[in-house]
């Protein structure tokens, strides 16, 4: 199945250095914004009190913010998921209990109406959360390193492993630069959400890199450029067709899924754009530029005793 009704042939390699130049503006924006601003953890990272709770009716957020400021909650955070009726109140850090904790909240949401009910609290405390923060860091690192040893081993050449390596930091780069951008909370989902798309990139890399060699087996006198151009349109269909079956779910939690599921949907979205084009503009372009040719894919030919005679 494809999702064009003729070949492609666009000059993708062509217009390689304009491109370039779009990923080091972003890249550089990115890594600003993460040092000047950094990132809202949310309180998988910093501890804190997590509360999801229901109204018979519609809910107030600004009466139950200042109902939680009233009893001694330092800047509460409460927000609408779900339907009108459903409420998530994050709270900073206390020493108190979570039965405490409950018992506290629902007095505070029944006195302001009887219905109120407290439908999970979850207290996690900076120990806690500092533990999941080196984890998530961890877990990134690890990540990232295995799949540098992959791509060596498997495609036998340091070009493209170089390629596919500055692909896999260019997306969760995005992705962290586009949180700190925008202040979306970043929980452990999130961290979830970019190994996922680490994956989903490495994926889409190799699906390019295999066309590449084959492309490369069957034409060994086409210029590199050539074939790198070939390959990627030869693969474009079945890019596009899975990038945008994936979307139209992601988009689905993004709009649907409520405040919960923002952060999580949200680093895929960007992870899927960001993976799309970097395994066509930066890992691709960077192997190109660093010298890939058919030798370095292909075993050399043997050559008989008698074409070494003068």
Same mark, same amino acid.
Not at 27 to 36: K, M, P, R
Not at 118 to 141: M, Y
């Given at each position: 199945?494809?999702?064009?009704?003729?070949? /492609?042939? !666009?000059?993708?390699?062509?217009?390689?250095?304009?491109?370039?130049?779009?990923?080091?503006?972003?890249?550089?924006?990115?890594?600003?914004?993460?040092?000047?601003?950094?990132?809202?953890?949310?309180?998988?990272?910093?501890?804190?009190? +997590?509360?999801?709770?229901?109204?018979?009716?519609?809910?107030?957020?600004?009466?139950?913010?200042?109902?939680?400021?009233?009893?001694?909650?330092?800047?509460?955070?409460?927000?609408?998921?779900? +339907?009108?009726?459903?409420?998530?109140?994050?709270?900073?850090?206390?020493? *108190?209990?979570?039965?405490?904790?409950?018992?506290?909240?629902?007095?505070?949401?029944?006195?302001?109406?009887?219905?109120?009910?407290?439908?999970?609290?979850?207290?996690?405390?900076?120990?806690?959360?500092? *533990?999941?923060?080196? =984890?998530?860091?961890?877990?990134?690192?690890? /990540?990232?390193?295995?799949?540098?040893?992959?791509?060596?081993?498997?495609?036998?050449?340091?070009?493209?492993?170089?390629?596919?390596?500055?692909?896999?930091?260019?997306?969760?780069?995005?992705?962290?630069? /586009?949180?700190?951008?925008?202040?979306?909370?970043?929980?452990?989902?999130?961290?979830?959400?970019?190994?996922?798309?680490?994956?989903?990139?490495?994926?889409? +890399?190799?699906?390019?890199?295999?066309?590449?060699?084959?492309? !490369?087996?069957? =034409?060994?006198?086409?210029?590199?450029?050539?074939?790198?151009?070939?390959?990627?349109?030869?693969?474009? =269909?079945?890019?596009?067709?899975?990038?945008?079956? +994936?979307?139209?779910?992601?988009?689905?939690?993004?709009?649907?899924?409520?405040?919960?599921?923002?952060?999580?949907?949200?680093?895929?979205?960007?992870?899927?754009?960001?993976? /799309?084009?970097?395994?066509?503009?930066?890992?691709?372009?960077?192997?190109?530029?660093?010298?890939?040719?058919?030798?370095?894919?292909?075993?050399?030919?043997?050559?008989?005793?008698?074409? =070494?005679?003068?």
């Amino acid at each position: 199945m494809e999702f064009f009704h003729r070949a /492609t042939s !666009f000059p993708f390699m062509s217009t390689r250095k304009l491109w370039y130049g779009l990923s080091a503006v972003l890249i550089l924006i990115s890594i600003v914004s993460l040092f000047t601003r950094g990132l809202n953890l949310g309180v998988d990272f910093t501890g804190g009190v +997590t509360v999801q709770a229901s109204f018979p009716a519609a809910a107030n957020r600004d009466a139950v913010s200042s109902a939680l400021v009233r009893a001694g909650y330092a800047d509460p955070q409460v927000t609408i998921f779900g +339907t009108s009726r459903d409420i998530a109140i994050r709270l900073p850090p206390t020493k *108190e209990s979570t039965e405490a904790v409950r018992a506290k909240l629902e007095q505070i949401l029944r006195g302001m109406d009887a219905g109120a009910e407290i439908r999970q609290v979850e207290v996690i405390g900076p120990q806690v959360g500092g *533990e999941l923060q080196r =984890s998530a860091v961890q877990a990134l690192l690890a /990540t990232l390193l295995l799949i540098f040893g992959y791509i060596a081993v498997r495609f036998h050449t340091w070009r493209l492993s170089f390629g596919a390596i500055l692909a896999v930091l260019h997306d969760p780069i995005l992705v962290l630069g /586009t949180f700190s951008l925008t202040r979306t909370s970043f929980d452990l989902t999130v961290v979830a959400a970019m190994l996922a798309v680490i994956g989903y990139s490495l994926n889409d +890399t190799v699906v390019v890199f295999d066309r590449i060699r084959e492309r !490369f087996h069957g =034409s060994r006198r086409l210029e590199p450029v050539v074939v790198l151009d070939q390959s990627i349109n030869q693969t474009l =269909s079945r890019t596009i067709m899975t990038k945008v079956v +994936t979307l139209i779910v992601v988009v689905a939690l993004y709009v649907l899924g409520g405040p919960v599921l923002r952060g999580f949907s949200e680093a895929l979205i960007i992870g899927i754009l960001a993976g /799309t084009y970097s395994s066509i503009y930066i890992s691709s372009a960077v192997a190109l530029d660093c010298g890939l040719k058919a030798e370095h894919l292909l075993p050399s030919s043997v050559k008989r005793p008698v074409d =070494s005679m003068p």
